[in-house]
């Protein structure tokens, strides 16, 4: 029990700082523990108005744990957590707003759709737990079943519908009270994958047309990078890189980063050298040697443990008598596998196996040698620990 925290009618009354609305949520210092377990250990971003930020990573990394405090559907172990310039959890002075005072609209994973309820019922019962009168709650709710395409669908039994209209009708329950900031919870991880596609590009329209501010969470890394202005990335409670989704896809920090972006080359190495301007030469072994940008925050050290990652994408695959500049090492081709828009190799050399891609109007035959050629830019190396 948290018995030293307590629930306030309003943190502007308690004489809580709340002029500084340049930020939609922020989030300061938050723990959330369960028993001895730390599902969240101590992280902090902001939320700029009308943007979306995506909390990416994989299962039990804190991503849901950090939503669920945002949304006060947990109380949070320490922290700070203010939503639209009020403090809705503040551990230190004992700050709790409950959950439905917080103006913010929910979509969960499941929908939570009730089945024995309308299309409109479903959507209207926020307004009617509210208060919200009878006439406007139906106006309301007309208006933003409209929004989303499913106004032709308020009489229908909720029992009756796709998956995707569910999806349609959850996201407009989330909206109907407008609500300043959204939360979406894997919205989008139980619909097929066209439809999956679809709803992305609905929920940016919605999204510009009523100017919500939306926080999303994804283990999903190209739904992150296809919805978010700005991605945070999560390993085990803890923030491991925050930044736009260009700016992360071609920067990892780490090699956890690389690896969950879909680097599906990230191999053990040892620092050969040092050069300029971030520059590193990574021995593999066997006499292969790649030029990278390393990309750790602390220092490299010659003669050290590293990691380094490069993605299949930029692979080259040359001639095996071509020199292809120094950033190269000989290979052979193992497997082949046909994508539609590309095709997938596995080249080995030595004790190593790359994943690399071509284009379908130039194949490369099974057993053919090769020259695996990356460009030093496309190279990252980090610190073994990372």
């Known amino acids: ?70 949304a006060g559907l947990e109380m949070p172990t320490a922290g700070r957590i203010t939503v639209g310039g009020h403090v809705v959890f503040d551990g230190e002075n004992g700050i709790f707003i409950e959950p439905e ?145 260009q700016d992360i896809f071609k920067n990892p920090e780490t090699a956890f980063t690389a690896r969950f972006l879909g680097y599906s080359n990230v191999f053990p190495g040892r620092l050969a050298a040092i050069g300029d301007a971030g520059s590193v030469a990574v021995d593999l072994g066997e006499g292969r040697r790649l030029s990278a940008r390393w990309r750790s925050r602390s220092p490299p050290r010659q003669g050290a443990d590293c990691t380094i990652a490069f993605r299949a994408d930029r692979v080259a695959l040359m001639p095996a008598n071509d020199p292809a500049g120094g950033n190269a090492f000989p290979g052979v081709v193992e497997t082949v596998a046909f994508l539609g828009t590309c095709f997938d190799y596995t080249i080995t050399s030595g004790a190593v196996q790359v994943q690399a891609e071509g284009p379908v109007d130039h194949p490369v035959a099974r057993g053919q040698a090769v020259s695996v050629a990356i460009a030093p830019e496309h190279c990252h190396a980090f610190a073994a620990e990372d």
């Open 1 to 70: 029990m948290h018995d030293a925290r307590r629930t306030i009618p309003d943190a502007s009354s308690q004489g809580v700082d709340v002029s500084n609305r340049s930020v939609a949520v922020k989030v300061e210092r938050l723990v959330m523990s369960f028993g001895t377990v730390h599902a969240v250990g101590g992280i902090g971003f902001d939320v700029v108005p009308g943007s979306t930020v995506t909390l990416l990573g994989p299962s039990g990394c804190g991503k849901t744990t950090t939503l669920r405090c945002i």
């Open 101 to 245: 005072r917080r103006n913010i609209g929910m979509v969960f994973q499941s929908y939570a759709i009730w089945p024995h309820m309308t299309v409109g019922g479903n959507v209207g019962f926020p307004l009617a737990i509210s208060g919200v009168p009878k006439r406007q709650a139906e106006e309301r709710t007309r208006a933003v079943l409209d929004l989303v395409g499913l106004g032709e669908l308020q009489g229908r039994s909720a029992a009756d519908l796709s998956g995707g209209q569910q999806q349609r009708v959850a996201l407009a329950r989330a909206l109907v009270h407008e609500p300043r900031v959204v939360l979406f919870d894997e919205p989008l991880s139980n619909l097929d994958a066209n439809l999956r596609e679809r709803m992305r590009t609905e929920l940016q329209l919605l999204q510009s047309r009523l100017g919500f501010t939306a926080i999303f969470v994804t283990h999903d890394q190209e739904e992150a990078l296809s919805l978010s202005d700005h991605i945070v990335i999560m390993n085990k409670g803890l923030i491991e890189q925050t930044g736009t989704p």
